[in-house]
C-alpha cells in the first residue's frame, strides 16, 4: 500500500485543472444563406426586418435592403440593430443605403397600429416600403424576412368567391428565418435603416411630448415611461388599445 504522502499526491495530480473559458468570437452577419437561393434562380434578394413592434408609442417600421445574389460584397461592421451602439448605427446607416441595391423604411402610426392591429399594421408598414422599392425600378425576385411569421405577404383569400386582398402586401416569395438578423446580413442591414429611421421620428416626437422621455426609451415600455403615462394619461401618439401602464392597471 502506497504511503499516505504519496496518496495525496497521486490523488491530486489526477484532480483536472480548471481551464479559462474561450473568448467568444465575434459573429458578424454574411450572405451565405441569402446566396443559397440562386439556385432556384434568384437574383435580387430583399432583406426585411421590422423595429417598434412592441412598443407602447409611436409608429411601427419596417425597412428593406436589396442585394445582387450573384456579385454583392460584404459590408463591414453591420449587425442586427439591437446589438450596436446608435452613434455606431448612424454612422452604418449611411453606408447601408450606399450598400444596397436598393433600399427603403416603411411606417404605420400608432392610430393605424389600434385601428388594424399590429400583424395588420407591419403588412402596411412593409407594403410602403415595398412600393418604394419597386418605384426605384428594382424588382427583388424572392424576400427573406425575420422571424417565423410571414406577415409580408398579402392576407389569403378565404375561398374562391371571396375578394382578393386590398393590395397590401409584397407579391414576391417571402422566406423566413428565426435570427435572420444576426445571420444574415442583408437583414441585419434591412434592421438598421428601420431602427435608425424609427429613433429618428421618436427623437422628433419627443419635442411635442417632452415628458414621456422618447429621446431616451423610443416609446418602449420602461417603468418611467409608464409612470408618467399613470400620472399624465397617453398622449396622441400612443397606441391606446394596447395595456400602456402594464396589466391590470388599465
Not at 30 to 37: A, K, N, Y
Not at 64 to 70: M, R, T, Y
Not at 71 to 79: A, N
Not at 205 to 222: C, D
Amino acid at each position: 500500500m502506497a504511503p499516505a504522502a504519496l496518496r495525496s499526491k497521486t490523488k491530486a495530480a489526477g484532480k483536472p485543472t480548471s481551464k479559462a473559458k474561450p473568448k467568444a468570437v465575434l459573429q458578424f452577419p454574411t450572405l451565405d444563406f441569402e446566396r443559397s437561393f440562386l439556385s432556384s434562380g434568384a437574383r435580387l434578394l430583399a432583406g426585411v426586418d421590422e423595429v417598434g413592434r412592441g412598443a407602447l408609442a409611436g409608429p411601427v417600421s419596417v425597412g428593406i435592403a436589396v442585394v445582387n445574389l450573384e456579385d454583392h460584397e460584404l459590408l463591414e461592421g453591420v449587425r442586427d440593430s439591437k446589438l450596436l451602439k446608435p452613434e455606431d448605427r448612424d454612422r452604418l446607416e449611411p453606408l447601408v443605403r450606399e450598400w444596397a441595391l436598393a433600399s427603403a423604411v416603411g411606417h404605420a402610426s400608432s392610430e393605424e397600429i389600434d385601428r388594424i392591429g399590429i400583424i395588420a399594421a407591419l403588412r402596411l408598414a412593409g407594403t410602403r416600403a415595398w412600393f418604394e422599392i419597386l418605384a426605384g425600378g428594382v424588382t427583388p425576385d424572392v424576400v427573406l424576412l425575420d422571424g417565423s411569421h410571414n406577415w409580408l405577404s398579402p392576407e389569403v383569400q378565404a375561398s374562391l368567391f371571396d375578394p382578393a386582398p386590398g393590395g397590401l402586401g409584397c407579391d414576391a416569395p417571402v422566406h423566413t428565418r428565426v435570427k435572420a438578423d444576426m445571420s444574415c446580413l442583408s437583414v441585419a442591414a434591412a434592421s438598421v435603416l428601420a431602427k435608425v429611421a424609427r429613433d429618428r421620428i421618436m427623437v422628433d416626437l419627443h419635442s411635442e411630448a417632452p415628458a414621456y422621455g422618447w429621446n431616451v426609451n423610443k416609446g418602449y415600455a420602461t417603468p418611467s415611461h409608464r409612470d408618467v403615462i399613470r400620472l399624465q394619461g397617453p398622449s396622441a401618439y400612443h397606441r391606446t388599445s394596447w395595456h400602456l401602464t402594464g396589466p391590470g392597471d388599465d
